[in-house]
DNA sequence: CAAGGTGTACCGGCTGGACGGTATATTCAC
DNA sequence: GTGAATATACCGTCCAGCCGGTACACCTTG
């Protein structure tokens, strides 16, 4: 587990967010419910409902986790490899698709359109997110579309393992991962 | 129960799936309700569960018609661009991507999406399409990992536009239209 | 051809159950 | 004892699926 910088931590709040990210993977977005969600983390639904005053509350938490995770991905990776900044772009392969427990990012995607599923609203943050990202591989110096490919890959590859839908072997998987490093190095002529 | 010919195409059917993926659009996978859908094309709840008895099978038909428009597209680009099959690589961009009505491709999206969100295993028919369609990159003398990436890239606008996520401006989504071409390109050296 | 029969397409109300949210009770820490 | 944290009971709403009915287009058959 990574100790998480931001506000005060509780531990239930933690495990009522795993839970709901766990409930998501096995019966689906549409079907998560907030007695399931407690069930699975061994919380009554009133002790649920005092972190996470409303199911939207719960989501948004779900989808702010999602955006904050990753980036602690990015963040992890970068300092890992001694990359300069504005050249996260490899820093956001390594992080995010050669991350080690990979069933973690595979929840994560699957929390995501649990929220996306019962409210688009709630992807605002996400958008943000994006856009602030296209908008600094656009002003630096980087191939912009070459770098747009690059991170259009790495969500589709997220989206389909979040969807259980990728069919690449372990192997095939490295070398797309190779391929996305390499191209990513072509950015930067 | 009317047990309907896949061929078959009633007039009503065909305006019922529209509107669903226009309803799934609009509220979200998860708000989508029957009454909804049967309103929004202009039939009583008992006309729509007439032609599908419950609402897993009218999801399930969004999920199949996702993939056949999808292979539509492509084979109509193929015929299109006369290329010789094996290298339809780049007739999966131009059909997929630079599609007339944008509007089609987001909806049908968002109704896989709505698909998912209620039940994973009507997903079952979008894995088996990629795994075909990763058998056949595999088994051809295209560079696997390049046209992998391809794909994923496709995927990952798609997805991105079907959750409204994304944040190109049209001449920078054209670039990285281009970028993809000609990855494929490399990819038959 | 008329009268009754049969199948298709569609309608709209109903209901039982599930689900989100509230109100209230209880426990624990300081 | 005070307030945070958690549990239980309950309420109102919403929705999927069911059912009985309608309209109409066809057969039959006498």
């Known amino acids: 587990m990574a100790e998480l910088a ?3 931590i509780s531990p239930a709040r933690e495990r ?6 766990r409930v998501v993977g096995d019966v689906g977005a549409a079907r ?7 069930q699975a983390a061994g919380v009554s639904k009133g002790g649920l409902l005092y972190h996470f005053p409303s199911k939207e509350s719960l989501l948004g938490a779900l989808a702010k986790r999602y955006v904050e995770s990753m980036t602690d991905c990015v963040e992890q990776a970068k300092s890992g490899t001694g990359e300069t900044d504005g050249r996260d772009l490899k820093a956001c392969i390594v992080g995010i698709l050669a991350q080690q427990p990979r069933a973690k990012i595979v929840g994560m995607g699957a929390a995501l359109f649990a929220a996306a599923a019962n409210d688009l609203t709630l992807l605002e943050v996400i958008r ?3 856009a602030q990202y296209t908008k600094q591989i656009e002003s630096s110096d980087v191939d912009f579309a070459r770098a747009a490919v690059v991170t259009l890959a790495i969500d589709g590859l997220m989206m389909r393992e979040s969807l259980r ?4 072997t372990e192997e095939q998987r490295e070398r797309v991962v190779q391929q996305l490093l390499q191209i ?5 002529r």
């Open 6 to 8: 931001s506000n005060t």
């Open 32 to 38: 998560m419910t907030l007695d399931g969600v407690a």
């Open 16 to 21: 009522i967010l795993e839970a709901a990210e």
């Open 128 to 130: 943000e997110r994006i």
């Open 165 to 168: 839908i990728s069919c690449f």
């Open 184 to 188: 990513a190095d072509e950015a930067y």
